[in-house]
């Protein structure tokens, strides 16, 4: 059975940091680009981050670009997500998810979800 599941989250205080873990069991990790997708309160889900599946190619959008560092363990099958300089509209639910549609460096949708992590950024 297919796995994902995300930790690390938590409350930080602006300006603070944050790392995010998700590990990946039951598909062929190695072989799969990884993104970070995370959801606010009453907003829809924002793609965060993608690394491709050897690592060497990351993509993020403008909104944590600088901030946000993707990286991955292949031989540890985990995606992790170095946060830095939290901003309170950072707050949400963070997902890590992975399928095999992709244009560009974009998952176009996701085959596989994890349970999320709930990242709080608030003084």
């Known amino acids: 059975e297919v796995q994902l599941v995300e930790s690390g989250g938590g409350l930080v205080q602006p300006g603070g940091s944050l790392r995010l873990s998700c590990a990946a069991s039951?598909?062929?990790?190695?072989?799969?680009?990884m993104s970070w997708v995370r959801q606010a309160p009453g907003k829809g889900p924002e793609w965060v981050s993608l690394?491709?599946?050897?690592?060497?190619?990351?993509n993020n959008p403008d909104s944590v670009k600088g901030r946000f560092t993707i990286s991955r363990d292949n031989a540890k099958t985990t995606v992790f997500l170095q946060m830095n300089s939290l901003k309170p509209e950072d707050t949400a639910v963070y997902y890590c998810a992975t399928g095999r549609s992709l244009i560009g460096l974009r998952h176009v949708k996701y085959d596989y979800w994890g349970q999320g992590t709930q990242v709080t950024v608030s003084s």
């Open positions: 039951g598909f062929t990790f190695g072989t799969y680009d």
């Open positions: 690394i491709n599946s050897g690592g060497s190619i990351k």
